[in-house]
C-alpha cells in the first residue's frame, strides 16, 4: 500500500526548494507536522491528492512527469499527457499530421 504524501504549504502557496519544486514528503510513517520543524513558522502538511489530467487515454496518450499544483485549499497532484502521435513526430522533427499519415493511425 502506498503511504500518503503531504505537500507543505505556507500562506496560500506551496513551499519550494532551492531549486523551485514543491516540497513533498516522502511516504513516512510518521505524522507529518513532525517534519515541520525545519520549515517556515506557520507552515502546514496538507495532503497530496493524485489525478489524471482530463482526457487521459493509455492507448493514446503518454503520461508527462507530475505538476504540483495548489487550487482551493487543496493540493493536486496532476499527470499531464502527450499524444502518442505527438511526441514520436516531436522526436523526429516532423509534423505530427505527416506521423500520423506515415502509421496510418487516427491517434
Known amino acids: 500500500m502506498i503511504e500518503r504524501r503531504y505537500a507543505l504549504v505556507l500562506d496560500g502557496a506551496l513551499v519550494r ?10 511516504p513516512v510513517s510518521v505524522a507529518p507536522e513532525a517534519y515541520s520543524e525545519a520549515y517556515p513558522a506557520g507552515a502546514e502538511w496538507l495532503p497530496v491528492e493524485v489525478r489524471d489530467a482530463e482526457g487521459f487515454d ?4 503518454y503520461r508527462l ?7 482551493g485549499g487543496k493540493v493536486f497532484q496532476t499527470y499531464p499527457h502527450i499524444s502518442k502521435i505527438d511526441y514520436h ?7 505530427a499530421e505527416t506521423f500520423r499519415a506515415m502509421v496510418g493511425g487516427a491517434r
Do not use: N, Q, R, W
Open 89 to 95: 513526430a516531436k522526436e523526429l522533427g516532423i509534423p
Open 17 to 26: 526548494d532551492s531549486a523551485g519544486a514543491p516540497v513533498v514528503s516522502a
Open 58 to 61: 493509455l492507448a493514446e496518450h
Open 65 to 71: 512527469p507530475p505538476v504540483i499544483t495548489f487550487e
